[in-house]
């Protein structure tokens, strides 16, 4: 079993910036696929990015070059940086992980691919 609790969520101006972390139980979190989704109100939930173990990214075009995905094995967190903040930006974010990349460096975007989600992290961006 695998839980994951995110922070870092608020309220923000357009143009600032915000960084989400989520920490993850598990001993082979250093294995583990790792993805950022959001839920805006009345839309249905999204991709925003994911990270392999090995380090490889791939992000939502909406938010390249604007958010940076990373990790700490070392403390079993991932991180979203999210820079130049726009009001549609406006989300409910989620931290999701999966463990089964463990003999596979894979990162997915898809949230069907995920077994294990976080509760989620409002972040508010104000024009």
């Known amino acids: 079993q695998v839980q994951l609790v995110e922070s870092g969520g608020g309220l923000v101006q357009a143009g600032g910036s915000l960084r989400l972390s989520c920490a993850a139980s598990g001993r082979t979190f250093s294995r583990y696929a790792m993805g950022w989704f959001r839920q805006a109100a009345g839309k249905e939930r999204e991709f925003v990015a994911t990270i392999s173990w090995g380090a490889m990214t791939y992000y939502a075009d909406s938010v390249k070059g604007r958010f940076t995905i990373s990790r700490d094995n070392a403390k079993n967190t991932v991180y979203l940086q999210m820079n130049s903040l726009k009001p549609e930006d406006t989300a409910v974010y989620y931290c999701?992980?999966?463990?089964?990349?463990?003999?596979?460096?894979?990162?997915?975007?898809?949230?069907?691919?995920?077994?294990?989600w976080g509760q989620g992290t409002q972040v508010t961006v104000s024009s």
């Open positions: 999701a992980a999966e463990p089964r990349t463990y003999y596979s460096d894979s990162y997915y975007y898809r949230q069907e691919e995920y077994d294990y």
